[in-house]
């Protein structure tokens, strides 16, 4: 199964309840939601308060991505927004191991994701105890970026890993995926496909979550 899930950060942000009703009429599978906190990435996005008013207007499960430091201290708060899924950065982790605890205790699945220039292999040590592997194939921080080739090397590893520990762990792979990279990644074993600029810079946005969905399976859009 390949899930989409429309990245928010490339929509319009004036209006985020008719993005994401198209997004849902294109069949999104997922909405992903880009948290920044201007510290561990430059950027500085949105958090709670903005999830928690988006969240009786869809029923699409909230991909939530922390790309910030000290998760563990807003865990709670965006489970209660409405959050899904929280996956928080390696490398933004100390006590991961507790971090990812924390998010099974208050009832969401727990993420984990690796930066472009972090070990595949220690994914290892934590796998077991997760619901998704995100692999970023850009450096976090922005939408828009080119995709890094070194990514599908990662994702193989990843997705070797999830075989060999737990199989039903969700391979997620984020940044510059397009028709042109998404044949790859499936191929390398990602089946979450996140997408920012693809999606919501598109002028048709259900035809193109539908394209992007066809590209991934390299089936032909009737
Ligand atoms: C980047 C974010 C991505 C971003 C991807 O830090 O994690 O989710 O929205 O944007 P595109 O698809 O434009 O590369
Ligand atoms: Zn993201």
Do not use: W, Y
């Amino acid at each position: 199964m390949l899930r989409i899930a429309p990245s928010l950060l490339a929509s319009d942000f004036a209006d985020l309840k008719g993005q994401i009703s198209m997004a849902e009429r294109g069949g999104a599978d997922f909405l992903h939601l880009d948290v920044m906190d201007g510290h561990f990435v430059p950027n500085i996005t949105f958090g709670p308060p903005v999830i928690s008013r988006l969240r009786p207007h869809t029923r699409l499960p909230f991909d939530t991505h922390l790309m910030i430091q000290n998760a563990d201290a807003h865990i709670e708060e965006f489970r209660r927004a409405g959050a899904d899924i929280i996956t928080v950065h390696f490398e933004a982790c100390p006590h991961l191991h507790r971090t990812v605890q924390r998010i099974h205790e208050v009832g969401a699945r727990a993420g984990v994701c690796l930066n472009p220039a972090t070990p595949t292999a220690l994914l290892a040590d934590i796998l077991r105890d997760i619901d998704l592997v995100l692999i970023m194939s850009v450096n976090p921080g922005f939408g828009g970026q080119s995709f890094i080739p070194h990514a599908l090397e990662k994702l193989r590893e990843a997705s070797a890993l999830i075989r060999q520990i737990k199989p039903d762990v969700m391979l997620e792979v984020d940044g510059g995926i397009d028709a042109v990279t998404a044949p790859g990644v499936v191929e390398a074993g990602a089946n979450v496909l996140v997408a920012g600029t693809n999606i919501f810079g598109a002028p048709d946005i259900p035809q193109a979550i539908r394209s992007l969905r066809a590209h991934g399976l390299r089936q032909k859009m009737a």
